[in-house]
């Protein structure tokens, strides 16, 4: 594994091998279904109405809803156990049978005479699905219910992290409710809970550590209905408050669909993350993996923003896929290996420049050594790029940080420097510059936006000259205090440090 001392955890292939490692044990309590994903081809419309004929040439299935996230889970590395109720018919069985063939145990699944197993099926024809046949399970009878939560307790005891995954179908209001509350009331500081629920409100008295919901769940939590804001994620942060006590949440991360993520804690640092660009029109349940990867991660003992981004990137893996799609640890690891594989030269860079441009896509620039990477780097980069489309971020080479830093820097060579800025998803193309300011660059890529750290005003910079000769503008953000390369570097060799031990 790589770490910057000191600092943040970088996010590199060799992470996801820490799940496996730490197996840590996962269970998962939820709506479980059997999702179809039916193709065929379309070569006629039938003789009684004007609706295509779909020959279908293969069927497959995979696990859905909660089961989903199970298998996500245990592919992940957990050691995963799913709670939840299937009926005695075909689809049960074939939704068992998949999740074990996962790894997932299904001791705690019941198979229960007088209930109904749910399935989605689509059906696709050519590379468009046509529709969807969702064959809902009634209303689950009482001795069911009372059947599934005589097995919560054994379920959840001893479990590092218990994921609620309520869709609404009803399975998780009355007995099975009040038998989680009652199992996890008394739970170590270490069992964390996370809440993925299309209504969290419910489970507000769990105190969860982590409720999940997207973007229109969540302004259904804050009454705002679903029209689509500008920004949504500032229309959140404005209202973290109320998102923590509406879900009764030590932090709450909203995903955003296309726009990553937002984490919001009741106390410490939020975090930021953004999805990348896809065209898959038939993914599926990528909000499982993402769900599934954050609770896997943090269980393991990873930081909040280094498992933030590690879910992140598995759901840009699986919504690159179709259908009901599943991220594993070595997908996940080949994913971070490929994803970034260093600086991008001048001619390609200034050559996807002008495509961002040709689709009306606004241009964000900043640079620095990023020598340690810390709390301030990854917050000041998070701002940054909600200044336009595009973050460009341009390195200063190993003689420039030397010239501009003194004896001893870089701590980290550009290439490890440029990997590790790279693995940001809020991160779109890394570069280099050789010279003390990042002059000749701006004039050669022409930035809507330059953007700089707190610590400096646009009069300070030799740049904003460039900056503005080029018709852009020079945005100063926020300045993350006690968090600098400097201060780290201090805190690491001791008090007693010199200003050159320090590398200042």
Not at 242 to 261: F, H, I, N, P
Not at 289 to 299: G, K, N, R, Y
Not at 486 to 503: I, K, Y
Request: charged letters at 20%; aromatic letters at 4%; one cysteine or more.
């Amino acid at each position: 594994m790589s770490a910057q001392p000191g600092g943040r955890q970088a996010l590199t292939p060799d992470i996801p091998d820490l799940l496996v490692q730490a197996a840590p044990r996962v269970v998962v309590v939820g709506d479980v279904m059997l999702d179809g994903w039916w193709h065929g081809d379309i070569e006629r419309f039938c003789r009684e109405a004007p609706a295509p004929v779909v020959e279908v040439t293969s069927r497959q299935y995979a696990p859905g809803g909660g089961a989903n996230t199970a298998v996500n889970a245990a592919r992940l590395g957990g050691r995963v156990s799913l709670v939840g109720l299937v009926g005695q018919d075909a689809a049960g069985d074939r939704l068992t049978g998949l999740l074990e063939e996962a790894g997932v145990a299904t001791t705690a699944l019941l198979h229960h005479a007088e209930a109904a197993t749910t399935t989605k099926d689509r059906i696709i024809g050519g590379d468009q699905i046509l529709f969807r046949l969702d064959d809902q399970a009634p209303t689950a009878p009482a001795a069911a219910l009372d059947e599934l939560a005589a097995r919560i307790p054994g379920a959840v005891a001893g479990a590092d992290v218990v994921v609620v995954c309520d869709y609404g179908s009803g399975m998780l209001t009355g007995p099975v409710h009040q038998a989680l509350r009652a199992a996890l009331a008394g739970r170590e500081a270490s069992q964390l809970v996370v809440v993925d629920a299309h209504d969290p409100r419910p489970w507000a008295g769990l105190g969860p550590d982590l409720a999940t919901p997207n973007a229109a769940e969540a302004l259904d939590l804050l009454g705002l209905g679903a029209e689509r804001a500008p920004d949504r994620a500032a229309v959140f942060r404005e209202h973290r408050d109320r998102l923590l006590a509406e879900t009764g949440a030590k932090s709450v991360v909203v995903t955003l669909d296309q726009d990553g993520t937002v984490f919001l804690p009741a106390t410490g640092p939020e975090h930021r993350t953004w999805a990348r660009p896809v065209t898959e029109k038939q993914a599926s349940g990528a909000g499982d993996t993402f769900v599934a990867c954050l609770a896997v991660a943090t269980a393991s003992g990873l930081a909040p923003d280094v498992a933030l981004e590690l879910a992140q990137a598995a759901a840009t893996v699986v919504v690159h896929r179709p259908g009901t799609s599943v991220c594993s640890a070595a997908d996940l690891a080949a994913h971070l290996g490929g994803r970034h594989p260093g600086h991008v030269d001048a001619a390609a860079l200034a050559a996807a420049v002008e495509r961002h441009r040709e689709a009306g896509e606004s241009i964000v620039l900043t640079n620095g050594c990023f020598d340690v990477l810390h709390r301030g780097h990854t917050r000041y980069l998070e701002q940054a790029k909600e200044l336009g489309d595009v973050l460009i971020v341009a390195l200063n080479s190993d003689d420039s940080v030397h010239r501009l830093k003194g004896e001893g820097r870089p701590i980290n060579p550009l290439p490890d420097r440029a990997a590790v800025i790279g693995a940001l998803s809020c991160v779109d193309y890394v570069t280099v510059f050789k010279t003390d300011t990042p002059i000749p660059l701006i004039r050669s890529l022409r930035p809507d936006v330059y953007a700089k750290g707190g610590d400096y005003t646009e009069q300070m910079l030799d740049e904003s000259a460039a900056v503005h000769e080029v018709g852009g503008v020079v945005r100063i953000v926020d300045y993350v205090a006690d968090h600098s390369t400097t201060e780290v570097l201090r805190r690491m060799r001791g008090p007693n440090a010199s200003p050159a031990e320090s590398g200042s």
